[in-house]
Structure formats: structure tokens, C-alpha cells
């Protein structure tokens, strides 16, 4: 009776361990860098603006995004190199296809496109949300916010 005590407790402990270490490599398959975020598929352009009210989202009053642009891709590959192509809808009529430069940096925080540094405050399947800071011409801190989607 003893022996099959232990033996169901050992059994036990080692189904245990098994589980729990299948359950973490499963949890981390799913979690994704910010790298494979950003190269997963083509973002489109959303919402731009001056966030007035600095309450962390561009709210429709303060949308300046020009209905030429919401249709315009960003594609990001993984060699640092992207690809920016107009929609349907140009803002200019030599409006193309450009080839752009890109880097994530300062623990994939900040995001570097066109030479531009900003800040990334979301990053995840399916939203893409960038800031910078500048000032008005009153001196005062003011924070520009973009948004793409998929």
C-alpha cells in the first residue's frame, strides 16, 4: 500500500511538472515582438492630429488626417526595409510607390521611418499607434498622435 502511495505521488508531481511546461511554451509561442508585429502585413494610415485636450487619443474634432492619405499603405519587412504606396485617392499626382528605412529603438519604444523618430505608445495585431512632441507657437509641449490599422 505504501509502494503505491508513492508511486501515485510521483506520478502525480511529474504530470504536474509536464503540464505546467507545456503551458508556458504555449503562453510565450503566442507572444510576439514588436518587430513581428510591425512586418506581419501592411498597415494603413488612420487617424493623425494634434491631440488638443491631451487626453491620448485623437478625437474626431482634432483629426487633420487628408482623406488622400487614409488610404495609403506601410509595408515594414524585417531587413530594416519598407515599402510606402499610395491608395486610390492621391494627394499629388507623382504620388507612387516609395522604398523607406525603418528601425525600432531604445527598447523597441521608439520607431524610426523616413529618417522621423516617434514614440510608440500601441503596437499589437492589429493597431499601430505612434506619437512625437513638439511645441506651438506659444511655446507650449503638444503631442502629435497617428494611428494605423490593418
Not at 493623425?48 to 492619405?69: K, T
Request: aromatic share 10%.
Amino acid at each position: 500500500m505504501k509502494k503505491t502511495t508513492i508511486a501515485l505521488f510521483v506520478f502525480g508531481t511529474f504530470s504536474l511538472l509536464i503540464m505546467l511546461s507545456c503551458k508556458k511554451s504555449s503562453v510565450s509561442a503566442l507572444t510576439k515582438s514588436r518587430t513581428e508585429l510591425l512586418t506581419q502585413q501592411a498597415w494603413k494610415a488612420g487617424l493623425h492630429g494634434l491631440d488638443a485636450n491631451n487626453n491620448g487619443i485623437i478625437d474626431p474634432s482634432e483629426n487633420d488626417m487628408p482623406a488622400c492619405q487614409t488610404d495609403d499603405k506601410y509595408s515594414f519587412y524585417s531587413n530594416g526595409t519598407g515599402l510606402y504606396s499610395s491608395g486610390d485617392l492621391q494627394c499629388a499626382p507623382d504620388d507612387s510607390t516609395t522604398v523607406f528605412t525603418w528601425a525600432l529603438s531604445n527598447n523597441d519604444s521608439q520607431l524610426t521611418i523616413f529618417n522621423f523618430t516617434q514614440t510608440v505608445s500601441k503596437l499589437d495585431d492589429n493597431t499601430l499607434e505612434v506619437y512625437y512632441e513638439d511645441q506651438n507657437s506659444s511655446g507650449q509641449a503638444v503631442k502629435y498622435i497617428t494611428t494605423y490599422q490593418h
